[in-house]
């Protein structure tokens, strides 16, 4: 079990540009989730996916955000047209599915500066 | 919507003093209840959880029970050490079938500073 990573840890960019992150869940994992959270607050949810099939998308998911996870593995959360407001650390999560409660795993997160 | 408050912080306190932070959630039916803390420099890690009314989950000398009468899972130690210093943060799971079945919804997180 080598946990959840992310890539990369730390990406800035200017406003205007596209971004793309990666997650790689642990292995058996076969939901993936992915987190936003702001200085000061807790984790927002953004989207999850189920293998490969993406389950639900937040309200807060503008259609400037898309993400895929292409055969149930990795996962990539592509931001185009990046505003200051996006600024953020991005969590990726993974969880195996087995009833109630399910645990899920945290990566150690990607953090976007908009300049 | 559903929903988690937590205390605010930053909570200070010398070590081996008693420590709670609340949690109060709002959520149809009977949701999951997790504490996870982030410890500087790292990522979240589940503390404890419980799935169903008036269970306690433990870990690490830390305690939260479900009250479903005052829709609460109040985190507590009894002895702190220097090394639990991190943020803590309360959150819910809708049950199965509810709209927030699966992801989880936070509290804005409770700073714990805790001092030789």
């Known amino acids: 079990d080598t946990g959840v990573s992310q890539n990369p840890r730390h990406k800035i960019t200017k406003r205007g540009q596209n971004v793309t992150f990666r997650c790689d869940p642990i292995?058996?994992?076969?939901?993936l989730y992915w987190y936003r959270q702001t200085l000061g607050q807790g984790p927002e949810f953004l989207t999850y996916f189920q293998n490969e099939a993406q389950l639900e998308k937040s309200r807060l998911l503008s259609d400037r955000f898309s993400a895929e996870r292409p055969k149930g593995s990795f996962s990539t959360l592509e931001i185009q047209r990046t505003e200051q407001g996006d600024s953020a650390m991005y969590l990726c999560?993974?969880?195996?599915?087995?009833?109630?409660?399910?645990?899920?795993?945290f990566g150690p997160g990607t953090r976007l500066t908009v300049l | 919507g559903d929903s988690v408050t937590q205390m605010e912080g930053p909570v200070t306190l010398s070590e081996e003093a008693f420590l709670t932070i609340n949690c109060t959630y709002t959520?149809?039916?009977?949701?999951?209840l997790f504490w996870y803390v982030q410890y500087p420099g790292e990522g979240l890690q589940l503390l404890l959880k419980?799935?169903?009314?008036?269970d306690k989950g433990s870990n690490k000398g830390f305690e939260a029970t479900y009250r479903k009468e005052t829709t609460s899972f109040h985190l507590e130690k009894g002895s702190v050490q220097v090394s639990d210093s991190a943020v803590y943060f309360c959150?819910?799971?809708?049950?199965?079938?509810?709209?927030?079945?699966?992801?989880?919804?936070f509290g804005q997180g409770t700073t714990l500073q805790v001092k030789p």
């Open positions: 999560a993974s969880s195996l599915a087995a009833g109630v409660a399910d645990t899920q795993y």
């Open positions: 419980a799935t169903k009314a008036d």
């Open positions: 292995s058996e994992h076969n939901r």
């Open positions: 959520a149809t039916g009977y949701p999951s």
């Open positions: 959150a819910l799971s809708g049950e199965r079938g509810s709209s927030n079945t699966g992801k989880l919804i």
